[in-house]
């Protein structure tokens, strides 16, 4: 499943004077893109997160598509209190009772608020709070489990050894843990990291059925590192429309932004890997973000296209295509390149050969 993070993870680092209509004009266009849940953003505090300043109203207003599931991020009971306020249109009572624990210890200080130390500690309560809620399985997620641009990198026994501390503590409850996740804001990912990653995880805890990937892109590698998780068998993904998103914690800005949705989409249909998106609705969705926000984004086959097959083949006698705006064409049409010069037309190369008998 990919979850497309544009309304949350994306919008909460961009502008704060975004109005509401416009950002509920990417929300309904992202509902035609065939995604199965939707986060409309998150209820936070306005003093951290000021982008989110807005969410009751887009709440009210937003119009649910049909077979979507809406959902918002919730960090507190009182975030969860005024999201529930709009159920059953917006959706986030089913959650997963997981434990988390950041690898680094300061960047657990700076977006959290709290230590490494007491996210541990915070660990027993989660759990009983589990079993309270009549849970059957546990879940673990590694916060920036490569590396940290604070305190460096993180190697595999070091991953391994705070995972042991969480499954431990989940097995001691007795509860099973099928369920991973890899919440990366700082982008220290690679490919080969990824793949020894869970490659020993799991060899070590055959019991994690479920991976879910939520990297950052801010060092241009995540659909690499994508790409591996999903021969290992990852079925969980983090994207956001056109590589929006970002971490004001992690020194990185909006350039910590995530995999581009469309971009990850079309790896995957060219896979075979079924997705339930529809990739013409994605580029669309993609081209209404750059003008909500005001700037481009990072994706590429929102730029270039999918790969032209039969009838979309383009034409031999294309004229130059140089702008961004003129490589639109496969979605635009070919008034945008109306004017160029020809490179070639029809008749041409058999001219120059009997010419230079």
Known sequence: MITDDTMREGLQIESASIPVSEKLRLLDALGETGAQTISIGSF???KWTPQMACIDEIARRFQPKPGVRYTAAVFNRRGFERADAY???LDVRHRRPGTHVEMCDTFARRNYNRSQAQQLAGMTATIE?????GATFGAVALGNP???NF?????LDARMALLEIMMDAWHQAGFEVNRLSFVEAMGWNLPHLVRETLLAIRERWPEIESFHMHLHNQRGQTLASYYEALLLGATEFDTCIGGMGGCPYCGNGRSAGQVPTEDFVDLCHEMGIETGYDLGKLIEAAAIAEEV???????HVSKSGPRPRGGDLYPADMPFVETLEEAAHFRRGPGVYAGQLSPWREGD????LNSSK
């Open 146 to 148: 490569f590396g940290s």
């Open 44 to 46: 936070a505090h306005p």
């Open 87 to 89: 159920y059953p249109k």
């Open 349 to 352: 190369a058999l001219s120059e």
């Open 129 to 133: 709070a589990a079993r309270a809620d």
């Open 293 to 299: 926000v005001g700037h481009p984004l990072w994706g």
């Open 151 to 155: 305190e460096g990198p993180f190697d």
